[in-house]
Structures are given as structure tokens and as C-alpha cells.
């Protein structure tokens, strides 16, 4: 399948996306200029981590005017699917494309270490490729990823099956000392309501190789290639809609 | 005009930086502090024709860009200095 990676200025892991994508998973994966507004018929575009417009102001506040973020969001609301890591994350948040906010760490450190994550809800495009309940490693590496939002819309996120991912211990257990940033309800990954757009604070693609340390980030994007492969009919609406921007 | 705009976390939101200076502040030996909260201010030079439409064209820039109405507050003043006469 068709990937898209976008390139903001502050980007920092979209090579490593592309390399994850492309070289490890032999995927088709291009890079999408950010003052660009084409998508170029990509079948799921990604947000890659970084300091887009260097943080100014808050995260991802900037980057949510991009140019090509008029295209991501037209894209998302056609049902396109947006896969937004760490910065990418913030941004989609910024963008409205996801409910509530990152903010500053509970230890207001920046933290880079391996965590564990649980998988909540494996009914989704982000998220088939692993098990309902499967705990998978991946690293982090950020200073805003405390996720926030209110009450009463967690509480319907959560019965809507919207948080994909929680921080726990390794053997799944959600416990505070496992929670490394302090995010409301240990939330580490959360979808819109109609599941096309998943943001998450976890690095998957710095997970793609045993080289690397582990291999857990490649469920993520297969995930992806398998929805994809699942519903062509689908996925190909979505392309030629886009195409005709 | 000058505007300046006032942004705060909102209330009941975890807010990490304030609970940091308020712990410090208490270990400091300050007493009597509560809940401390920190934000951010934003001065800016803005050519409107009068306040009314000053203010009106504030709440969009707050709404849309200064701050992210999901987490935090804001308030502004305006003085209607004439920019550009400095």
C-alpha cells in the first residue's frame, strides 16, 4: 500500500518512518512536503515525532496551519487513515482530528525509555494486528505527553472503545508507577470516533527491528496494511476522492 | 492598540508546572501558598479601527491559534495606543 509520510520543519523521525516503512517493511512509502497540499493518493498518511515549528507556543500548534494539514484533515474526514506519533500526535490533537490535549510531564522531565503498553481495543485499523489485551514494547521519547481531556468526554472515549493504548507494567497491570508521563487514565494512544485517525505517544517506528530492540512497533503498521488489503473498495473511494483535489 | 492577552490552564486541569512551583514554593518556607498555576502572556500590536472590532478580532485569535480552548483560559486587555507610534 500507498504511505505518506509528512515532513514539517522540526521533523525528526520521518526518515525513520520512511525507513520503517519502506526499507523494513517494504512498503511504498514517500515523503509529503509540508507546504505542499497534495497527498499525492497515499492510502495512510503519518504524522512523524519532532519539534514541528520548534514547539513554539504549544506543540503541534503551529503545524496544525501547514499547508498540507488542510488536506490531512480533508483527507480524515473522507474516512482517509492518519496515523499521528509522539509531535504527530499533538498535532492531531491541535487539529481537532482528536479529542483532548498533551501537556507537560507530570515529572517535567523529558523522558526516553522503553515502555510497555496494552492493547484496548484491537478492533481497529491501527490495532488488528495485535491481540485484545497483548502487551507490546515500545520506546518514548517526549516532554509533552501527559494526555488530558475532560471528564465526561473520557468517559464516552472510553465507551466508545477510543483509547487503543494504555500505559501498564510488563505483565499488563495498570499501576501508577507504570504510567511514565502521568496521562489522565494512563492513556498512551487514542482514536476518533469513527477510528481512521490514531495518535499515540509510543515511538512504533523505533521498534521495527531486533536491532533496535524489539520488533512490537511493526504491529502497528501492519495493522494498518491489513485493513488496508481487508477493504480495497474502500480504500480506493477514499484515494480517487482525494485525487480530484 | 497593544493587546495583551492572559493564558492560564484551566481549572481542574492537571496542570504539572504549577503544582511544580507550588511544591517549591512551600519547601522555600513560603506559607499560605495554594494552588498555583503557570501560563503564559502574549503582548501584540494590532491595527483595528476601534476596540469593539479589536476585541472581537482577539477572541478569534485566542480561539484559533493563542490558546487551545480544551485545556486552557484566557483573558485580554486593550489599550488603545495607536501601533506603529513608537
Redesign the interface.
Given at each position: 500500500m500507498r504511505w505518506g509520510v509528512v515532513r514539517f520543519p522540526g521533523s525528526l523521525d520521518d526518515a525513520d518512518a520512511l525507513w520503517a516503512l519502506g526499507q523494513v517493511m517494504g512498503q511504498e512509502a514517500r515523503a509529503l512536503w509540508h507546504k505542499d497540499e497534495d497527498l499525492g493518493g497515499v492510502q495512510c498518511v503519518v504524522l512523524p515525532g519532532g519539534f514541528s515549528y520548534g514547539d513554539y507556543?504549544?506543540c503541534g500548534?503551529i503545524a496544525r496551519?501547514a499547508p498540507i494539514m488542510k488536506s490531512v484533515v480533508r483527507f480524515a474526514n473522507d474516512g482517509g487513515l492518519v496515523l499521528g506519533i509522539c509531535n504527530g500526535f499533538q498535532i492531531l490533537?491541535?487539529a481537532h482530528l482528536l479529542?483532548?490535549?498533551l501537556?507537560?510531564?507530570?515529572?517535567?522531565s523529558f523522558i526516553c525509555e522503553r515502555v510497555n503498553v496494552r492493547v484496548e481495543n484491537a478492533a481497529t485499523p491501527f490495532t488488528c494486528a495485535a491481540r485484545q489485551g497483548e502487551v507490546l514494547r515500545l520506546p518514548i521519547k517526549h516532554g509533552e505527553g501527559?494526555y488530558?481531556?475532560?471528564d465526561d468526554e473520557l468517559r464516552a472515549m472510553e465507551e466508545r472503545g477510543q483509547v487503543l493504548l494504555r500505559y501498564t507494567d510488563a505483565a499488563g497491570h495498570q499501576r501508577d508507577a507504570a504510567n511514565p508521563n502521568?496521562s489522565?487514565r494512563a492513556i498512551a494512544g487514542v482514536a476518533n470516533e469513527t477510528f481512521n485517525v490514531f495518535g499515540l505517544m509510543p515511538h512504533p517506528e523505533h521498534a521495527v527491528e531486533a536491532a533496535l530492540g524489539g520488533e512490537d512497533g511493526l504491529k502497528i503498521f501492519r495493522s494498518v496494511v491489513m485493513s488496508v488489503e481487508r477493504k480495497p473498495a474502500a480504500a480506493s473511494t477514499a484515494v480517487s476522492s482525494r485525487s480530484s483535489i | 492598540m497593544l493587546v495583551k492577552v492572559l493564558v492560564t490552564?484551566r481549572k481542574g486541569?492537571?496542570?504539572?508546572?504549577g503544582r511544580?512551583v507550588e511544591q517549591s514554593l512551600k519547601s522555600l518556607g513560603f506559607g499560605g501558598v495554594g494552588e498555583v498555576r503557570v501560563g503564559r502572556y502574549i503582548v501584540l500590536e494590532l491595527d483595528a479601527p476601534n476596540v469593539e472590532q479589536a476585541r472581537e478580532t482577539v477572541r478569534q485569535m485566542c480561539g484559533q491559534?493563542?490558546t487551545?480552548p480544551?485545556?486552557e483560559d484566557y483573558t485580554f486587555e486593550i489599550e488603545p495606543k495607536e501601533a506603529g507610534s513608537r
Open positions: 507556543l504549544r500548534a496551519f490533537c491541535e479529542p483532548g490535549a501537556m507537560r510531564n507530570r515529572s517535567l501527559l488530558v481531556a475532560p502521568g489522565t | 490552564p486541569i492537571l496542570d504539572p508546572q511544580a491559534l493563542l487551545n480544551n485545556i
